[in-house]
C-alpha cells in the first residue's frame, strides 16, 4: 500500500490518504500500454473517407469509338480507371478502424497507466477544489497554487461549476472516474485526484484481476 500526502487547493499538507497497490503499484509495461492506446486512437478515427469506383462514377455509358478499325487501344468507357476523370481502382471506402482489446487488457493497461504516475512522483490527490464561482480566474489560481501545467484532474462526480471553469484553460482536463481512460491519464504530464475520486477510482476495478 502507497500513502500519499493531501494537499488542500492552496497547496498545503491537509492528511494521507493510502492507495491500493494492486490498482497503483504494479509493474508497466510498455507493450500493454500501446495496445490499448492504439485502439483507443483508432476507435476515434471516423472512417468516413471515400473514392468513387466505376459503379458509381457518373457518365461513360457510351463507347468512345468502335472497337476495331481506328488505330487507338480499345476502349469501353471513358470513365474507365485509366482515364483522367475516370474512377478509382483500390481507394478508400467508409470502414470502421477500431479492433478489440479485452476487457481484463483495458483494465490492466488502466491500472499501469495510473502506477506510472505515482511512480514518476506526477500523482498529486487534492482534498477538493471549491470556487466561488464559475470563473476561469478562479479556477486558474487554484491550478496556480497547484502547479499544474498539463494536467488530467479527476473529480469525483460531474461538477458543472468545475467544469465551466476549467474548460477554457489550455492543458488541463476535468475528468470522472467512470470516464478514465490510458489515453487519457498519458496524454497529460500530472494526474490529480480529488480525495473523493480515489476510492471511486479504486472500485472500478474491484474483483478484476487484470490480464
Known sequence: MATVKVYDQNKQESGE????????????????????????????????????????????????????????????????PVW??????????????????????????????????????????????????????HFAKVAGALGLSKALIVAPEDNETLSRSARNIPGLTLTTPDRLSVLEVLKHKQLVLLEGAVESVQARFAGKKGA
Open 17 to 80: 490518504v493510502t492507495l491500493a497497490s494492486d490498482v497503483f503499484e504494479i509493474e508497466v509495461r510498455p507493450e500493454i500500454l500501446n495496445l490499448v492506446v492504439r485502439a483507443q486512437m483508432a476507435a476515434k478515427r471516423a472512417g468516413t473517407h471515400n473514392a468513387k469506383t466505376r459503379a458509381f462514377v457518373s457518365g461513360g455509358g457510351v463507347k468512345p469509338w468502335k472497337q476495331k478499325g481506328t488505330g487507338r487501344a480499345r476502349s469501353g468507357s471513358n470513365r474507365s
Open 84 to 137: 483522367r476523370g475516370g474512377a478509382v481502382i483500390f481507394g478508400p471506402s467508409p470502414r470502421d478502424y477500431g479492433f478489440k482489446v479485452n476487457s481484463k487488457v483495458r483494465a490492466l493497461a488502466l491500472k499501469m497507466a495510473l502506477s506510472s504516475r505515482l511512480a514518476g512522483e506526477s500523482l498529486l490527490v487534492v482534498k477538493g477544489i471549491e470556487l466561488p464561482e464559475a470563473k476561469t480566474k
